[in-house]
């Protein structure tokens, strides 16, 4: 065989073994999101900047239930230097959007970061003070109550629907272009039920605007610790959470994903950081890479029936 051949070879091998073994991260991280609140990339951002010397730079990429940020990840070069900030609506939204991607296939899970859940409220002159009366007050009048979101396919549109799928009542959606918009008219009277995120419904339940009946979450939250779970009052496994994680896109070495994992855990053990995620009504919930992956698949097998029984369009 041609000994410049071989040289050649021997070095292209070398190349390739210190391109390999080269540290990560060598520059910038980006985290694409979509119309989702940036606080979690950017608290947990800074801290880890700090510790690794890289900046994480928040791209904002809003639009179609997070559909388009999450196009330009899947589509993104499987390095570590382009991440997603995943969140329940991107389980929801491919329901009810054309998308070039496949949540389960097309993306490697990193970690799931922190969650919050959903208040399950009523205008205070409905006559329901329980879940129980609630229901029995749907069931006496099909079609007589509402439920707003801020639009279809929003986290509170498909959690309504899974609320009707499991109590068997008949209520009619009234999507919004906004959260905020649906919020005040609930609080109005227009509209006489909602589920509306924790962060947002705490402080007007606590202000008596609105009645909270429920909390959507599997325990009670310290926020509002006298509000008991919808498990509580009889609907059995009924969990839905605002809820926030990273993806890299499919095929990314399983060395950086693990990198990635250990150090989103590393910060969010950190009192300062989960006080601070606290503070804003989000609880830190880490799951690693495979658990994270098994939890996707179980939302979107979920919320893809309440999309079916909610009879909207895909667009």
Same mark, same amino acid.
């Given at each position: 065989? #041609?000994? *410049?051949? /071989?040289? %050649?070879? &021997?070095?292209?091998?070398?190349? +390739?073994?210190?391109? $390999?073994?080269?540290?990560?991260?060598?520059?910038?991280?980006?985290?694409?999101?979509?119309?989702?609140?940036?606080?979690?990339?950017?608290?947990?951002?800074?801290?880890?900047?700090?510790?690794?010397?890289?900046?994480?730079?928040?791209?904002?990429?809003?639009?179609?239930?997070?559909?388009?940020?999450?196009?330009?990840?899947?589509?993104?070069?499987?390095?570590?230097?382009?991440?997603?900030?995943?969140?329940?609506?991107?389980?929801?939204?491919?329901?009810?959007?054309?998308?070039?991607?496949?949540?389960?296939?097309?993306?490697?899970?990193?970690?799931?970061?922190?969650?919050?859940?959903?208040?399950?409220?009523?205008?205070?002159?409905?006559?329901?003070? #329980?879940? *129980?009366? /609630?229901? %029995?007050? &749907?069931?006496?009048?099909?079609? +007589?109550?509402?439920? $707003?979101?801020?639009?279809?396919?929003?986290?509170?549109?498909?959690?309504?629907?899974?609320?009707?799928?499991?109590?068997?009542?008949?209520?009619?959606?009234?999507?919004?272009?906004?959260?905020?918009?649906?919020?005040?008219?609930?609080?109005?009277?227009?509209?006489?039920?909602?589920?509306?995120?924790?962060?947002?419904?705490?402080?007007?339940?606590?202000?008596?605007?609105?009645?909270?009946?429920?909390?959507?979450?599997?325990?009670?939250?310290?926020?509002?610790?006298?509000?008991?779970?919808?498990?509580?009052?009889?609907?059995?496994?009924?969990?839905?959470?605002?809820?926030?994680?990273?993806?890299?896109?499919?095929?990314?070495?399983?060395?950086?994903?693990?990198?990635?994992?250990?150090?989103?855990?590393?910060?969010?053990?950190?009192?300062?950081?989960?006080?601070?995620?606290?503070?804003?009504?989000?609880?830190?919930?880490?799951?690693?890479?495979?658990?994270?992956?098994?939890?996707?698949?179980?939302?979107?097998?979920?919320?893809?029936?309440?999309?079916?029984?909610?009879?909207?369009?895909?667009?």
């Amino acid at each position: 065989m #041609n000994t *410049k051949f /071989l040289l %050649a070879t &021997a070095l292209l091998g070398t190349l +390739a073994c210190d391109a $390999a073994a080269q540290p990560y991260p060598v520059k910038p991280i980006r985290v694409v999101i979509g119309g989702s609140p940036d606080a979690v990339p950017r608290i947990l951002g800074q801290k880890i900047a700090e510790d690794w010397g890289q900046q994480f730079i928040v791209d904002q990429r809003p639009g179609a239930g997070g559909t388009i940020a999450a196009e330009i990840v899947a589509k993104s070069a499987p390095d570590g230097y382009t991440l997603l900030l995943c969140t329940s609506t991107h389980v929801m939204s491919v329901n009810f959007f054309k998308v070039s991607y496949d949540m389960a296939r097309d993306f490697a899970p990193v970690a799931l970061a922190a969650s919050t859940s959903f208040v399950l409220a009523v205008h205070p002159l409905v006559p329901a003070t #329980n879940v *129980k009366e /609630l229901v %029995a007050l &749907a069931k006496r009048r099909p079609g +007589a109550l509402n439920f $707003a979101s801020g639009g279809s396919g929003s986290p509170a549109h498909l959690i309504g629907e899974l609320f009707r799928i499991e109590t068997g009542t008949d209520m009619v959606h009234v999507p919004y272009k906004t959260v905020g918009n649906a919020l005040t008219d609930l609080m109005a009277g227009q509209v006489h039920v909602m589920f509306v995120v924790s962060t947002a419904a705490v402080p007007q339940v606590r202000s008596g605007r609105i009645r909270g009946l429920g909390i959507t979450s599997l325990k009670r939250s310290a926020a509002v610790p006298d509000l008991p779970t919808l498990v509580e009052q009889g609907l059995r496994n009924f969990e839905a959470t605002a809820w926030y994680g990273f993806l890299a896109p499919a095929g990314t070495p399983p060395a950086i994903v693990s990198r990635l994992h250990e150090e989103i855990a590393k910060t969010l053990a950190l009192t300062e950081v989960s006080d601070h995620l606290a503070n804003l009504g989000l609880e830190t919930t880490n799951k690693g890479p495979q658990e994270f992956g098994g939890f996707i698949k179980a939302e979107l097998v979920k919320w893809a029936k309440a999309a079916k029984a909610s009879g909207a369009k895909v667009e």
